[in-house]
C-alpha cells in the first residue's frame, strides 16, 4: 500500500474505524455494546491518544429485512420501527459514551450513491444474471429470502436464517437450508432470476488478496477464511431480490420482477458513504480502516466487501484500498443463550448503563467481552467484579491519597519504584491498544491491574519521601491518558484532581503522558454515589 498523503509522512495517520451498522429493529443490547460497539469506541479512542486523525462512524442498517418481519411481529410500520430505533440507540451511545463522529440513517443522498455504485459495476459486467428457487407467497405477489426464511444451516445443523448462520458463520446458499416448519418453508418454491456476485469467478483475485496481506486475523474469521477458500465451488452471493423492500434497480427493465439490492453487500457500500460523509471539512483518505464485527457478519466481510473492494479499483470507481483490519468477536451469552433481540432474549443497555453508570459499565462488559470466545453476562458476576476491581481500589486511592497528599505536588523524579511501575503499566496498556495486538479486554486488565497497583502502594506511602510522594501523584496521573479509551469519567475525574484541562473534548496524548500537571494534587473526587452513576 502505498501512502499519498503528507500526514502519514509526519507521523500521524488517517485512521477510519466503523462498526457494523446495527439492524434497526430495536434499541442496543449488552451484546452488541460487549463487541463491536464498545471495542470500536475503544480503539478509535486509543487511536486519538496517539495523535492520529480519526474518523468514527456508521449508520442504522435499515434495507434488512429483518426490520419487516419485526414490524409485522410487533404491529407497527418499518418506518416507525426505524425511527424508534434510530433514537434509542442514539440515546444509548450517548450513554455509554460511544463518540461517534456520525450516526446516521439512510437517506435519498446515500440512497443514490449506493445505487449508482452498485449499477456502476454492473454495467461493467462483475455480476452475472441467475436463476434460483425462492418462497413464492401468492396471496401477497411476494417472494421470500434472508430473514423470511428459516431452517437448519446444510454446515453445522444450527437453527439459521436465509444467509450467513450465525452458528457457524459459514453462507447459505438460496434455497439451500434444510427446511423447518415456518411459514416460508410451507410455501411453494418459484424460479425467478436475479443478480449474483459470483465469487468463483474472482476466486484468484481473493486469493491474490489474502497472500499480499500482512494483516494477521482473528482465528475465527481465519477459520472462515480458510474453510471457504477449501471448498472445489466458492458459493455466489445474491446482489439482487425480488423485492420492493430495499434500493430498488430497474437493471431489467421495467416489465421485469422488481429487484432491490440485497443489505448485506450494501453495508460495504454504506461504510464508503458514511465515513466519506464522517472526514468531511477534514483531511480526506484513510491509510488504516479498522472494522469491528460480530463472527456472523465475518463471511461477508472477509470476501464480499474484498471481492466489492477489489472490483471497484478494476472498474474505475474512486475506492481507495487501504490498509483493512477486521476485528471479529464471538457472541456474548446471557444465562447460556446468545442475546438476541428478535428472540427476546436480551439486556438493555441503556437500562444497565442508567443502574451502573458509564464508567462501570464499559470496564466490566471490556473485561468480558466474548473477543476470542464466547463469554457470559451474569449480573451477580458483574456487580461483584465492579466492586472488587474498580470501585474499591478506586475509593482506597481516593481514600489514601487526599489524606496524605492533598497540596502536594509531582516536583520530584519518581523513586525507581514508580519508575518501573509507570514503564510497566504503559507497556501493558500500549499493548492493548495497538492494532496489531488490539483487545479490549487486555485494556481493561491494564486499567484494573493499574488501580490494584497503586490501591496497594497507598496504603505504605512515605509522605516524607519527595520520590515516592512524585512517583505515586505521577503514577495516577498516567492512568488519566492510559485509562482514557476504557473509562473516560475516571480520566475526567484524574483531570479535576490536578486541576487540568479536561478530555472531555480534547482527548490526552500519549506523547505528553510523562510530562507532570502544572498544578498540585487536590483531592480524588470518591466514587459517585448511585444517583450520580447516570
Not at 70 to 85: C, D, F, K, M, V
Not at 106 to 115: I, K, L, M, S
Request: glycine residues 6%.
Amino acid at each position: 500500500m502505498t501512502e499519498s498523503r503528507s500526514a502519514a509522512d509526519h507521523g500521524r495517520r488517517r485512521i477510519n474505524v466503523t462498526f457494523s451498522p446495527p439492524t434497526p429493529n430495536g434499541d442496543l443490547h449488552l451484546g452488541h455494546l460487549s463487541g463491536p460497539v464498545l471495542a470500536s469506541d475503544v480503539c478509535a479512542r486509543s487511536q486519538k491518544i496517539l495523535g492520529n486523525d480519526v474518523a468514527f462512524g456508521t449508520s442504522t442498517d435499515d434495507n434488512q429485512t429483518y426490520v419487516v418481519t419485526t414490524a409485522e411481529r410487533l404491529g407497527t410500520s418499518p418506518e416507525a420501527l426505524i425511527q424508534h430505533a434510530l433514537d434509542s440507540v442514539t440515546v444509548s451511545l450517548g450513554l455509554a459514551g460511544v463518540e461517534v463522529d456520525l450516526f446516521e440513517r439512510p437517506d435519498a443522498q446515500y440512497t443514490e450513491f449506493v445505487r449508482d455504485f452498485f449499477t456502476h459495476l454492473w454495467r461493467h459486467g462483475a455480476f452475472d444474471r441467475r436463476e434460483v428457487e425462492l418462497p413464492y407467497d401468492a396471496e401477497s405477489g411476494e417472494y421470500k429470502a434472508e430473514a423470511f426464511v428459516t431452517g437448519r444451516c446444510p454446515h453445522c445443523l444450527a437453527h439459521a436464517r436465509a444467509g450467513v448462520c450465525e452458528a457457524c458463520g459459514l453462507y447459505n446458499l438460496p434455497g439451500a437450508l434444510l427446511p423447518s416448519t415456518d411459514a416460508a418453508a410451507a410455501l411453494p418454491r418459484r424460479p425467478v432470476s436475479i443478480w449474483v456476485l459470483d465469487l468463483e469467478r474472482y476466486r484468484s483475485v481473493i486469493t491474490n488478496w489474502y497472500r499480499a496481506s500482512d494483516v494477521e486475523l482473528r482465528p475465527d474469521l481465519a477459520r472462515v477464511v480458510s474453510d471457504t477458500l477449501a471448498a472445489q465451488q466458492l458459493p455466489y452471493i445474491p446482489i439482487t431480490y425480488p423485492s420492493s423492500w430495499g434500493i430498488g434497480v430497474d437493471w431489467d427493465g421495467p416489465d421485469a420482477v422488481p429487484q432491490a439490492i440485497n443489505a448485506w453487500p450494501e453495508i460495504y457500500v454504506g461504510h464508503l458513504y458514511w465515513l466519506q460523509q464522517a472526514r468531511k471539512d477534514r483531511e480526506s483518505g484513510c491509510d488504516e480502516l479498522v472494522q469491528f464485527i460480530g463472527i456472523d457478519n465475518g463471511f461477508y466481510n472477509a470476501f464480499i466487501y474484498v471481492t466489492l473492494s477489489l472490483l471497484a479499483v478494476r472498474h474505475g470507481l474512486p475506492v481507495e484500498l487501504p490498509r483493512t483490519r477486521t476485528i471479529t468477536n464471538q457472541y456474548y451469552l446471557l444465562e447460556g443463550r446468545k442475546f438476541s433481540t428478535s428472540k427476546g432474549d436480551v439486556r438493555w443497555a441503556r437500562d444497565y448503563l442508567e443502574s451502573v453508570g458509564r464508567d462501570r459499565a464499559r470496564f466490566v462488559l471490556a473485561l468480558t467481552s466474548p473477543e476470542l470466545q464466547q463469554s457470559e453476562f451474569s449480573e451477580p458476576i458483574a456487580a461483584s467484579t465492579i466492586a472488587t476491581r474498580f470501585d474499591t481500589p478506586v475509593a482506597t486511592i481516593a481514600e489514601g491519597l487526599n489524606s496524605a497528599l492533598t497540596g502536594r505536588r509531582i516536583d520530584a523524579p519518581p523513586s525507581p519504584w514508580w519508575t518501573s511501575a509507570i514503564q510497566a503499566s504503559q507497556q501493558r496498556f500500549e499493548e492493548a491498544y495497538r492494532l496489531e495486538t488490539f483487545s479490549i479486554r487486555k485494556a481493561a486488565e491494564a486499567v484494573a491491574l493499574h488501580l490494584e497497583v497503586l490501591a496497594l502502594r497507598c496504603e505504605h506511602l512515605q509522605p516524607d519521601d519527595a520520590g515516592d510522594v512524585s512517583g505515586a501523584l505521577q503514577f495516577l496521573w498516567t492512568l488519566r491518558t492510559l485509562a482514557w479509551p476504557v473509562t473516560p469519567d475516571l480520566s475526567e475525574r484524574i483531570s479535576t484532581a490536578f486541576d487540568a484541562a479536561s478530555t472531555a473534548k480534547q482527548p490526552p496524548l500519549l506523547a505528553g503522558i510523562a510530562e507532570p500537571p502544572a498544578g498540585s494534587f487536590r483531592g480524588l473526587a470518591p466514587n459517585p454515589s448511585a444517583a450520580d452513576r447516570a
